[in-house]
Nanobody, 116 residues
Framework: QKQLVASGGGLVQPGGSLRLSCAAS????????MGWYRQTPGNQRDLVAA???????TYADSVKGRFTVSRDNAKNTLYLQMNSLKLEDTAVYYC??????????WGQGTQVTVSS
């Protein structure tokens, strides 16, 4: 079964940290570009960070220097370390797997709320 299961969201104060995880079935992790997206109500789902199977990472300008994406290919798990969180980081975060054939898979989303 092809699935992505995200976890690690929660409520955190501004300036705090959270670490998101996304466990994937092997068939959609290995060789895929894995990414984190986020979405707020009424808005589109935007890319936060992505990482290739070889470990090359890209980031949205708004999170550069604060967020770090990583993957453990042995555990088929994607991570997003989020530091110095801001109010505007509040969103539902989704993990994504993009295969070389263009097929994309989505996880169920995990809520991140930054609030004082």
């Amino acid at each position: 079964q092809k699935q992505l299961v995200a976890s690690g969201g929660g409520l955190v104060q501004p300036g705090g940290s959270l670490r998101l995880s996304c466990a994937a079935s092997g068939s959609i992790f290995s060789g895929s570009v894995m990414g984190w997206y986020r979405q707020t109500p009424g808005n589109q789902r935007d890319l936060v960070a992505a990482i290739t199977s070889g470990g090359t990472a890209t980031y949205a300008d708004s999170v550069k220097g604060r967020f770090t994406v990583s993957r453990d290919n042995a555990k088929n798990t994607l991570y997003l370390q989020m530091n110095s969180l801001k109010l505007e980081d509040t969103a539902v975060y989704y993990c994504n797997s993009k295969r070389s054939n263009g097929i994309s898979y989505w996880g169920q989303g995990t809520q991140v709320t930054v609030s004082s």
